[in-house]
């Protein structure tokens, strides 16, 4: 994750941070992966050796949720990737930099492209993070550990699905057909 208030990108095993640690004044320090990490868009990756494996969650959701330090904000590395941007916004800023016209064609012919990419995009994004929210639910119960803080997350998630399926997915290309 992602230490918002000292722009370090930290790992963990089971809640417990990884890496090379200093115990110093009896305060144990470390566990620093990268520092002064700058603000953007991160796409984490893994590379294996030799048919090694691995099992790596990088969030949303938690089975054991990482704790920033001196009790801040950790951040999902998930999260560093944004949702992608609706149609509408995409247009508008489209027409804000164009000085001329665009040819209604042209217009319609891009917006539909523009909609066909939003809608992957989205498809993937929801599918991860729902099945995300899935076996993080499945590992804690596992666990015997409480799922009370991912049971309305999941009552609003089914919501959105359900508002996709009906064709509500806000993208408003405001394209008239």
Same mark, same amino acid.
């Given at each position: 994750?992602? =230490?918002?208030?000292?722009? #370090?990108? $930290?790992?963990? @095993?089971?809640? %417990?941070?990884?890496?090379?640690?200093?115990?110093? $004044?009896?305060? %144990? /320090?470390?566990?620093?992966?990268? !520092?002064?990490?700058?603000?953007?868009?991160?796409?984490?990756?893994?590379?294996?050796?030799?048919?090694?494996?691995? @099992?790596?969650?990088?969030?949303?959701?938690?089975?054991?949720?990482? $704790?920033?330090?001196?009790?801040?904000?950790?951040?999902?590395?998930?999260?560093?990737?944004?949702?992608?941007?609706?149609?509408? !916004?995409?247009?508008?800023?489209? %027409?804000?930099?164009?000085?001329?016209?665009? +040819? =209604?064609?042209?217009?319609?012919? *891009?917006?539909?492209?523009?909609?066909? /990419? *939003? +809608?992957? @995009?989205?498809?993937?994004?929801?599918?991860?993070?729902? !099945? &995300?929210?899935? +076996?993080?639910?499945?590992? $804690? !119960?596992? @666990? &015997?550990?409480?799922?009370? =803080?991912? #049971? %309305? /997350?999941?009552?609003?998630?089914?919501?959105?699905?359900?508002?996709? =399926?009906?064709?509500?997915?806000?993208?408003?290309?405001?394209? /008239?057909?």
């Amino acid at each position: 994750w992602i =230490d918002l208030q000292t722009n #370090e990108i $930290r790992f963990a @095993r089971n809640g %417990k941070l990884q890496g090379h640690f200093i115990l110093s $004044r009896g305060k %144990k /320090e470390g566990g620093v992966a990268f !520092q002064n990490v700058l603000e953007g868009t991160y796409y984490p990756a893994i590379s294996l050796y030799l048919g090694g494996t691995v @099992r790596v969650n990088f969030g949303p959701h938690f089975v054991y949720p990482p $704790r920033g330090k001196n009790g801040g904000k950790a951040v999902p590395v998930s999260q560093l990737c944004p949702k992608p941007t609706p149609v509408s !916004q995409v247009l508008q800023a489209l %027409k804000k930099a164009m000085s001329k016209k665009i +040819d =209604d064609a042209i217009l319609k012919a *891009f917006t539909a492209a523009l909609q066909t /990419e *939003f +809608d992957i @995009r989205m498809e993937s994004y929801q599918k991860h993070t729902q !099945q &995300n929210l899935e +076996d993080v639910i499945a590992a $804690r !119960q596992k @666990r &015997n550990m409480s799922v009370a =803080d991912l #049971e %309305k /997350e999941k009552t609003a998630s089914a919501m959105v699905a359900a508002t996709d =399926d009906a064709g509500g997915n806000g993208s408003g290309s405001g394209v /008239e057909e």
